[in-house]
């Protein structure tokens, strides 16, 4: 009764004085307590992507306070948000949409491609300080090869480490770099260590005494070891022993020399409206990734699937000392998953030079020029290779396994047996393990996704690329019926992201809408007439269900208040229907902003 009597009191007490009160507290209140908006978007399309299925709210006006979003709706009410100090961005019939959330591209690669003689420069640099030499090879012929070897060894200390790298995609003839041993190399290097790495890395080559070296570390027994038919060691490493020695053996390139390179490549990524991308990282890159963070100049997000996952034996070994940490790290750079090896390598017609090596049921028909795989390839079914076991490992340990490279139906098939086996342990359902690419997705495959929960990165270059070459190779029914099949990925309800994996125009997002709605490859022909889906879902993938790859829904992709402010304002509306489907690609990004910064380009206040 006493508490009673005291609440009507003071309720009679707040009627006399409440507004002197509020008056006088209005006034005293600090700015960080109460202010306008920062920026109000107005006259504009605001698309929201509010809801999980099309159609989301496109609304007029956008205000942002302290790097999120505060309130989207009308003019006439988000203006009256706006006080002396606001920006006013008059859109003036232009567009905003959330930030663009790239699920499968690797910005660290093409930092190399870009400009080779910077990376190269880096990485001499790095052996450099690590007491390795650094020579370039000349893949010519054996004798040229060897001839460069010999020149770096008289240069080198005694005992010093040589290293160089192959890539069949640069250096001349494959057939020198498969046939190379350790016999060879010891007669002109006997006693410096060499390690030569190949392509990414899962292959490499060594002389007798860095061989010795890794097996006083590792072991003599490894199916990594290879051998020739009298049962002699080679010095041709691959699989996890190749991998072991990239990652453990080889000291990494110093996080300040690859970050002018990783920024400068990142910075092109604004233009096209991407604020977060996601890739697979080695300890090396996330080590950089880390660093430009810390030191302020990361030009957007990256969220990351560790590759500590590939080719490792000691996996689970690894997770159980690492805790749980899926999902933690910064507002610009975290951990959402383990990525482990690729279930095959590159589709016919690929620019390696080593098109065709993907794993497929289906046998080929037609043979292009330069596929070095006549039975197609698959890296799950090379001796050692501990995939298989992997997503189980992960799952036990409270990870997800994201950042996968499947190409072919039967690697895929492989990677879904897994997840299932993962899930008879413990479930996997609802922690979305994921996949990336989908050339060739069976109606069975779908199944079996959907059952799991699995998601899937999809990216449009490999249909606008790729679909006449998996006709050629494996018929014209595969090529229109299981080539990213998205929308019966979408109608089984399997949720499905997008990503570039490309470094020239094709990592332009309207590019991709362009090549998600027509379907046309680069030819002008039609692949999977049924498979095409309208831009309201394609911008879905782009944003609000990236965002879920990425285990950052709550923060990012769509415009709702009080998720992060990242933001890509476009010079036309891609849903308006007057713009025609082949010209989505040439709608251009203004500005793009990231948390509530404006990162490229500009707008004039108003």
């Known amino acids: 009764m006493k508490e009673a009597k005291l609440a009507v009191a003071l309720c009679a007490l707040a009627l006399v004085l409440g507004p002197a009160v509020w008056v006088a507290r209005a006034q005293d209140f600090a700015p960080e307590v109460l202010h306008y908006a920062d920026m109000v978007f107005y006259n504009g399309h605001v698309l929201t992507m509010d809801r999980d299925q099309a159609p989301f709210t496109v609304t007029e006006a956008l205000a942002v306070r302290d790097g999120r979003i505060l309130a989207v709706g009308e003019d006439e009410r988000i203006l009256r948000m706006a006080g002396p100090d606001t920006a006013r961005m008059n859109l003036d019939g232009r567009a905003v949409m959330p930030g663009i959330i790239d699920t499968h591209s690797h910005p660290q690669d093409y930092a190399r491609y870009r400009d080779i003689r910077a990376y190269q420069t880096a990485l001499v640099r790095g052996l450099r300080s690590n007491g390795i030499r650094y020579i370039t090879a000349n893949w010519e012929t054996m004798e040229t090869v060897l001839a460069s070897f010999k020149k770096g060894a008289e240069v080198a200390s005694d005992g010093q480490w040589i290293y160089t790298a192959y890539f069949s995609s640069v250096d001349a003839s494959p057939e020198v770099a498969r046939t190379l041993s350790r016999f060879e190399l010891d007669t002109v290097a006997p006693n410096n260590p060499i390690w030569i790495k190949k392509g990414q890395g899962s292959t490499g080559i060594t002389n007798t005494r860095m061989l010795e070296i890794i097996q006083g570390i590792y072991g003599q027994e490894n199916p990594g070891y290879l051998k020739n038919e009298e049962g ?14 990239m990652k453990e053996v080889i000291p990494p390139i110093p996080p300040e020399l690859l970050a002018p390179l990783y920024k400068k490549e990142l910075e092109d990524w604004l233009a096209y409206g991407v604020t977060t991308i996601s890739s697979k990282l080695t300890g090396e890159h996330i080590t950089a990734f880390s660093y430009m963070d810390r030191e302020g100049i990361l030009p957007l997000r990256v969220a990351y699937s560790h590759e500590i996952g590939v080719l490792n034996n000691d996996l689970e070994r690894n997770l159980r000392r690492w805790g749980g940490i899926q999902g933690h790290g910064t507002d610009r750079v ?5 990525s482990i090896n690729n279930t095959d390598d590159d589709p016919p017609g690929a620019a390696t030079g080593m098109g065709g090596g993907i794993c497929t049921t289906v ?3 037609h043979m292009l020029p330069g596929d070095a795989y006549p039975e197609g390839n698959c890296n799950w079914d090379m001796p050692g290779d501990p995939s298989l076991e992997a997503p189980s490992i992960v799952n036990r340990y409270g990870y997800r396994v994201s950042g996968v490279h499947a190409y072919g139906d039967k690697g895929v098939l492989q990677a879904l047996a897994a997840f299932a086996e993962a899930n008879r342990e413990k479930s996997i359902l609802g922690k979305r393990f994921a996949l990336d690419h989908g050339p060739m997705i069976s109606p069975e495959i779908i199944r079996q996704a959907a059952e799991l929960g699995v ?6 270059s490999i249909l606008y690329r790729y679909s006449g ?10 090529a229109q019926r299981w080539a990213m099949p998205t929308k019966s990925l979408i109608e089984a309800g399997v949720k499905v992201t997008y990503g570039a994996d490309r470094r020239d125009f094709q990592k332009n997002p309207m590019f991709s809408l362009e090549v998600f709605v027509t379907r046309k490859n680069k030819d002008g022909r039609v692949y999977g007439e049924r498979e095409k889906i309208d831009r309201a879902t394609t911008l879905l993938m782009m944003t609000r269900w990236g965002s879920e790859y990425v285990l950052r829904e709550k923060e990012l992709g769509s415009l709702e208040p009080g998720k992060i402010a990242d933001l890509a304002v476009l010079d036309k509306n891609p849903l308006d229907p007057s713009i ?4 989505l690609s040439e709608i251009k990004v203004v500005a793009t902003i990231i948390g509530g910064e404006v990162v490229y380009g500009s707008l004039d206040p108003q």
């Open 232 to 245: 002699v060691l080679t010095g041709q490493l691959r699989g996890p022993i190749a991998e072991t020695v």
């Open 363 to 365: 046998p080929k028909i």
């Open 580 to 583: 025609p489907d082949e010209d």
């Open 334 to 338: 975290w951990l959402i998953g383990i």
């Open 455 to 460: 998601m899937w990165s999809l990216q449009p």
């Open 469 to 478: 070459m998996l006709s050629q190779v494996f018929g014209e029914e595969i």
